[in-house]
C-alpha cells in the first residue's frame, strides 16, 4: 500500500509514524515526519491550563517563570510523514545531542567534515535537531536564547567557505542551575594580596589605612534549579559551623551581598596604618613589635612596609646567638637591632640602627643608618658607622670612625682614623681626622652615578656607535648590487600579471629579501641617530656632574699622612687622571684642584696646609 502523505496533530510523533509503518506495511527506518508546527501548554499546580504558540514561548527565558513550583509543560506537534530520503539520513548522521550529567544543558554537535551549503539547510538541521529533542522527551523551542541565530551564524561561515573545524558544538537550550552556598571562612585579604618577589614564609605584613584586611563570608541563600526536563536540580547546603574570631576597634565592618545568594560578606578594612597581628583569634593594627630575636624558621621575612609607620625593636643579649639569623628579611620604616646580624640577611628601612656587627654577606639600605661594626654592604643616604671592617658603603653622605679594607662610595665621607687598604670614592669630600698611621688608602674624586649607572650606559652605546657603521654600510651595498636585478624583477612581474600568467615562485624570495635589507637599514639609521642623541644627553649629564669635581677637596685635619696614600682626581671629559701618592710623614692639610691658566687652562692637582672649618662642619661623629 503506497504511503498517503497527511497532516496530524500528535503529542507523540514516533508513535505515528510506528502506526504508519504498520498500516502501509513500511520499514519504519524507512520513515520520517516533518514538524510543520506546534503548540506548548503549562499549568502551575494542575490548574488552568496557559496556552502558548513558538513566539510566546519567551515566556520560559525567565528563570522565576520556568522555576515555579509544580510546573508542567505539554506540547503537541501538526507533523507530516514521508519516506526519508538518502540525503535526510546524511544529514541526520552527522548530527549528534549531548547533555550534561544533571540534563540542563543540551548541545548540539555537528560534523562539518565535507559538509556542503545549500538553500534549506538551516532549516533541515533545525528540524534534525528538534526531531531528536522529542525522541529523548525534550521541549523544542523553550529556552534556545540564541540558539538559532548560532546555527545561522555557522552556515553563514559554511556558505562563506570560512569553516575550518571539522566539528561544531552550539548549545540548544539550557535550564536553571541551582545556587548553592559557600561554606563559612574567614578569608586572611591582606595576605591574599600581597606580593613580594623573591620572599617566602611571611610572618608579618603592613597594611595602609582603608586596605581590605579580613573577608568573613558566611552562607548566603540557595535556590534549587531546574532542569530540561522539569526535574529539580539540588542545591548545596553546608553543614552549619561557626568561625569565632573579633577584630579590635582600629577596624571598619563593612557587611556586603546580604540576603543574597551563594554568600554574605563582611570586610573588614584597616582604619589606620600598621601591621597586622592575630592574638587568640583576635586581629589588631599595631605600630611597634618587639623581638628577642628573628630566624628564618620561626619567623621567616617580616613585610612590614617602608610607609606604614611600623617600628620593630630587636633585642638580643645573647653573645652566642644573632639577633637577625641567616636568610632573613626585614623591611619597616624604623628597625632597631640590639645584637648581631647573620649573613644573607636582607634589611630595608627609612631609619636602620644596628648595635653589633654586620655579616660579610648581609645587605641592607635605608634613608638613615647607624651600624656598630659594618661588614656587610649598606646603601644610605647618610650612614654612620663606628667601625668598617672590609665593608662597603654606597651613601650620600657617610660618616665613619674607623675603617679597614673599606669601599666606601659617597658625595661627602668622613673617616676620623682610616686604618689600611681603604678604598673611598667621593665626589666633594673626603675627611680624615688623622691618617699618619694608615697606609694604602686610595682617595679618589670622581663622578659618582650608581644609582643612574650612566658610565656604563655611555660605554654601551659607543660600543654599539662602533659597530654600527660597518653594518650600515654593508647593507648599502647589498642594497645596490640587488637593485638592478630587483627592478627588473619588478617589470616582469608586472608584464606577467597584465598577460594573466603564473609568476615564478623564486621572484617572491628575492624581493623580500630586498625589502628587509632596505628595511633593516632604516631600523639602522634609525638607531644611529637615537644612539647619538642619547650619547649627548649623557655626556652633557655627567659633564654637569663632573663639574663638581673642581671644588672636591681631600681634607686631613691632623696634616700628617702615612705611606702609599693615593690621592687620585678622575675626570671623563677629556678622559685623565691626577695623581699623587704620599709618603710616610709628608704633611699636606688639604688636596684640591685648579685651572692652570698659564698652561692652555689644564687643571693641576695642588696641596695646602689649611682649610675651611665650614667645610668639615657636616662631618660631626655619630652620636648614637
Given at each position: ?44 499546580d494542575e490548574k488552568e491550563q496557559n496556552k502558548l504558540n513558538d513566539k510566546e514561548l519567551g515566556y520560559f527565558d525567565n528563570d522565576e517563570n520556568f522555576l515555579q513550583a509544580n510546573l508542567k509543560i505539554t506540547q503537541e506537534y501538526k507533523i507530516k510523514i514521508s519516506e526519508k530520503s538518502p540525503a535526510q539520513t546524511e544529514l541526520s548522521q552527522r548530527i549528534k ?37 522529542i525522541k529523548e522527551e525534550f521541549f523544542i523551542g523553550i529556552r534556545i536564547f540564541d540558539f538559532k541565530q548560532k546555527l545561522i551564524d555557522l552556515l553563514n561561515e559554511l556558505k562563506e567557505q570560512k569553516l575550518h573545524r571539522k566539528k561544531a558544538y552550539i548549545l540548544v537550550c539550557k535550564g536553571v542551575h541551582s545556587i548553592s552556598a559557600e561554606s563559612e571562612k ?405 688636596f684640591f684642584v685648579k685651572r692652570d691658566f698659564d698652561n692652555e687652562g689644564k687643571i693641576k692637582l695642588e696641596n695646602a696646609n689649611e682649610y675651611n672649618e665650614k667645610d668639615i662642619e657636616w662631618s660631626q661623629p655619630s652620636k648614637a
Amino acid at each position: 500500500m503506497n504511503l498517503e502523505e497527511e497532516n496530524l496533530i500528535t503529542s507523540d510523533p514516533y508513535n505515528e509514524l510506528l502506526k504508519a509503518s504498520t498500516k502501509y506495511k513500511i520499514d519504519l527506518k524507512k520513515l520520517d515526519f516533518q514538524i510543520l508546527g506546534f503548540n506548548t501548554s503549562y499549568s502551575i499546580d494542575e490548574k488552568e491550563q496557559n496556552k502558548l504558540n513558538d513566539k510566546e514561548l519567551g515566556y520560559f527565558d525567565n528563570d522565576e517563570n520556568f522555576l515555579q513550583a509544580n510546573l508542567k509543560i505539554t506540547q503537541e506537534y501538526k507533523i507530516k510523514i514521508s519516506e526519508k530520503s538518502p540525503a535526510q539520513t546524511e544529514l541526520s548522521q552527522r548530527i549528534k545531542l549531548i547533555s550534561d550529567k544533571t540534563t540542563n544543558k543540551l548541545i548540539a554537535v555537528i560534523e562539518l567534515g565535507g559538509l556542503e551549503f545549500y538553500k534549506s539547510i538551516a532549516m533541515d538541521i533545525l528540524q534534525d535537531i528538534y526531531k531528536k529533542m522529542i525522541k529523548e522527551e525534550f521541549f523544542i523551542g523553550i529556552r534556545i536564547f540564541d540558539f538559532k541565530q548560532k546555527l545561522i551564524d555557522l552556515l553563514n561561515e559554511l556558505k562563506e567557505q570560512k569553516l575550518h573545524r571539522k566539528k561544531a558544538y552550539i548549545l540548544v537550550c539550557k535550564g536553571v542551575h541551582s545556587i548553592s552556598a559557600e561554606s563559612e571562612k574567614l578569608v586572611l585579604a591582606y595576605r591574599e594580596n600581597f606580593k613580594q618577589e623573591k620572599v617566602q614564609k611571611v610572618s608579618i605584613i603592613g597594611v595602609n589605612e582603608g586596605d581590605l584586611v579580613l573577608k568573613h563570608i558566611t552562607p548566603g541563600l540557595t535556590r534549587e534549579g531546574k532542569n530540561l526536563k522539569l526535574e529539580p536540580i539540588k542545591a548545596f547546603v553546608p553543614p552549619e559551623k561557626k568561625i569565632e574570631f573579633s577584630c579590635s576597634a582600629n577596624f571598619e565592618l563593612t557587611k556586603m551581598n546580604e540576603n543574597t545568594y551563594k554568600s554574605c560578606i563582611g570586610e573588614y578594612k584597616a582604619k589606620k596604618k600598621g601591621f597586622v597581628s592575630e592574638m587568640n583569634h583576635n586581629f589588631e593594627i599595631e605600630n611597634e613589635l618587639n623581638l628577642s630575636s628573628v630566624n628564618f624558621k620561626d619567623t621567616g621575612a617580616i613585610c612590614a612596609g617602608l610607609d606604614k609607620n611600623v617600628t620593630i625593636n630587636i633585642r638580643n643579649a645573647s653573645e652566642l646567638e644573632e639577633a637577625v639569623g641567616s636568610g632573613v628579611y626585614i623591611e619597616c620604616e624604623n628597625l632597631t637591632i640590639n645584637g648581631n646580624v647573620a649573613g644573607n640577611t636582607t634589611l630595608k628601612a627609612k631609619v636602620l640602627k644596628i648595635y653589633g656587627h654586620t655579616h660579610s654577606t648581609s645587605k641592607m639600605s635605608a634613608e638613615q643608618a647607624y651600624i656598630s661594626t659594618h661588614r656587610g654592604y649598606l646603601e644610605a643616604k647618610e650612614a654612620d658607622i663606628d667601625s668598617i671592617e672590609n665593608g662597603s658603603v654606597k651613601a650620600d653622605i657617610a660618616k665613619i670612625k674607623k675603617s679597614l679594607g673599606a669601599n666606601i662610595t659617597a658625595k661627602k665621607v668622613s673617616i676620623l682614623t682610616p686604618a689600611n687598604n681603604n678604598t673611598i670614592i667621593f665626589s666633594q669630600i673626603a675627611y680624615v681626622d688623622q691618617c699618619q698611621s694608615g697606609t694604602n688608602n686610595k682617595f679618589h674624586a670622581q663622578v659618582i652615578d650608581f644609582k643612574d649607572d650612566l658610565q656604563t650606559k655611555l660605554k654601551q652605546i659607543q660600543e654599539r656607535q662602533k659597530a654600527l657603521p660597518a653594518l650600515i654600510e654593508n647593507l648599502k651595498h647589498n642594497i645596490n648590487s640587488s637593485k638592478n636585478g630587483v627592478e627588473t624583477l619588478l617589470k616582469t612581474i608586472a608584464k606577467l600579471k597584465s598577460q594573466n600568467q603564473a609568476i615564478p615562485p623564486n621572484f617572491a624570495p628575492i624581493i623580500k629579501e630586498f625589502q628587509n635589507f632596505t628595511q633593516e637599514l632604516n631600523k639602522l639609521q634609525l638607531e644611529e641617530n637615537e644612539l647619538n642623541l642619547e650619547e649627548q644627553k649623557i655626556i652633557k649629564t655627567l659633564g654637569e656632574a663632573q663639574d663638581e669635581l673642581l671644588e672636591a677637596q681631600v681634607i686631613n685635619k691632623g696634616g700628617v699622612w702615612g705611606d702609599m696614600n693615593e690621592i687620585k682626581f678622575k675626570f671623563l671629559f677629556p678622559k685623565s687622571e691626577l695623581l699623587h701618592a704620599t709618603s710616610a710623614n709628608e704633611v699636606a692639610k688639604r688636596f684640591f684642584v685648579k685651572r692652570d691658566f698659564d698652561n692652555e687652562g689644564k687643571i693641576k692637582l695642588e696641596n695646602a696646609n689649611e682649610y675651611n672649618e665650614k667645610d668639615i662642619e657636616w662631618s660631626q661623629p655619630s652620636k648614637a
